[in-house]
């Protein structure tokens, strides 16, 4: 279903992808600094997580100004959260490098607001923790605010997030969290002998899984 949300005197792409069953939670899926919401790894995530009865709401945010881009994703959780069509009990916020990088922003500024708990957890694929060969400079302030639960999925050849400086990152965050490595995956998610759908099967059957066991802690 597409949709356009409106953002300040204009709107954005989005397109949800609906489960057959009415679903309980959703996913906010947003891209990187380049593309948009029909980059080929967001299509195939929100294709797999609405045929496992997850609704996707995957949109487009043009501008490489990350506070822009926090914006934006703001007005896309409040458009879903007060949306008659899909009265959702929560959301998990995910996104692609510089997406992601606007999901645990927005996290970070939602929880020094009202946090209402509608917002579960955070899905990072390939976070941008630093520029290629500029390791001294992280991007982890945000993700050390943070205190819902996080995945992040990354490549262990990723030359934007070298594998020990997440890991790093990660013993001193505060929220639950947990790293799957796609091995020898670089930044754009490539690994030399395997096929983009193979490599997509992984990170997709990971997401999932990982949402789910978070659902399901949130029902105990």
């Not at 914006?71 to 916020?93: C, I, P």
């Not at 990354?154 to 947990?178: H, Y």
Request: hydrophobic letters at 40%.
């Amino acid at each position: 279903v597409k949709v356009k949300i409106p953002f300040g005197n204009k709107y954005l792409d989005a397109i949800f992808s609906v489960p057959e069953k009415k679903s309980t939670y959703g996913v906010i899926l947003t891209h990187g600094a380049g593309g948009d919401m029909n980059f080929p790894h967001l299509v195939s995530l929100a294709a797999y997580l609405a045929s496992h009865g997850v609704l996707c709401l995957r949109f487009t945010c043009k501008g490489l100004n990350i506070a822009y881009r926090t914006k934006a994703f703001k007005t896309v959780v409040e458009y879903l959260k007060f949306s008659d069509d899909y009265r959702l009990s929560g959301v998990f916020l995910a996104g692609r490098s510089m997406g992601s990088r606007a999901a645990a922003s927005l996290i970070r500024h939602l929880s020094q607001e009202d946090d209402d708990g509608f917002i579960q957890g955070l899905v990072c694929l390939s976070y941008p923790l630093h520029r290629p060969k500029l390791q001294s400079k992280l991007r982890d302030e945000d993700l050390l605010f943070i205190r819902c639960p996080v995945l992040f999925v990354s490549g262990s050849a990723d030359q934007m997030c070298e594998k020990q400086l997440l890991e790093g990152v990660a013993s001193k965050m505060k929220a639950p969290k947990k790293i799957h490595w796609i091995d020898k995956a670089n930044h754009g998610m490539a690994v030399r002998g395997r096929t983009t759908d193979n490599v997509m099967e992984e990170i997709n059957a990971q997401v999932f899984s990982w949402l789910r066991e978070n659902i399901e802690l949130e029902h105990k």
